[in-house]
């Protein structure tokens, strides 16, 4: 697959932490135009409490009224488990598409049936406005960008390179904390060593902006690098280490990491593009599998 790299095109890019997830969410400007995109939004929840607020959302959404943006997109680059997307919630307010990768409907499968929902349950990506393949162009403004199909994570991951900025999810972390997981359903630690030598194929120079990040070692939270320097010097794929050694390195690990607090109502909610499922009656109600997952 040849993609179409344009390293002379230098979006501006907007990074909001979100300190309850460790959730990095973008808002991703063409510099010809006054259009942008918003990536991996976060909605506010208290599950102890059963609540749901939008402060995140809503500094996204204030930074771009205040700017005078038009947003063309919000993107999700894969399914979260550990954060709730607020994409509907944005999309009221300043409209835009909802893209994933077109796998989507392989995690609403899985999931689909761990959470028993019903026949009313949409298996076929249509909670979102445009499903990615592998390749596929779209535009912000005047500035094309593209989907890269980026499996290993979770089956529907996607890396979106606008310009000299690629937005990696999680099939990436900063060159001190590796990289993500790739023991949930449909994730594969040798698939996520090929997407990530994918990545790392695109230029030194790419920027790569992440969606976690942890702080290792207490340094200060960050969340943009280089391809050259993932290459150089991540501690999970740099430096040259095999498919093999990733993949038996990745396999351990992830045997030792706990279940991400929030799985059960973030599964149900991203694989509905954000929306709340709803019982019977049309009220907000999120289901807890036991011993499901």
Known sequence: MSYPVEMSVKPEVSGHFDAATNTISYIVKDPGSDHCAIIDSVMDIDYAAGRITYEHADALIAEVQS???TLDWIIETHVHADHL??????????????GVGDKIMVVQETFGKIFNEGTEFQRDGSQFDA????????QVGGMQAFAM??????????????????????TLFMPDGGSARADFPGGDAGQLYDSIQKVLSLPDEMRLFMCHDYGPNGRDIAWETTVGAEKAHNIHVGGGKTREEFINFRTERDKQLAVPKL?????????????MPTDKDGNPMLKVPVNGL
Do not use: W
């Not at 997307?85 to 909802?98: H, T």
């Not at 799985?263 to 929306?275: D, T």
């Open 85 to 98: 997307s607020a994409a509907p919630y944005i999309q009221e307010k300043l409209g835009g598409k909802i």
């Open 67 to 69: 700017r005078g943006l």
């Open 263 to 275: 799985i059960i109502p973030s599964l149900q909610v991203n694989m509905r593009a954000g929306h």
């Open 149 to 170: 199909y980026t499996p290993g994570h979770t089956p529907a991951c996607m890396v979106h390179v606008m310009g000299d900025a690629a937005f990696v999810g999680d």
């Open 131 to 138: 499903l990615f393949k592998d390749g596929d162009t779209y």
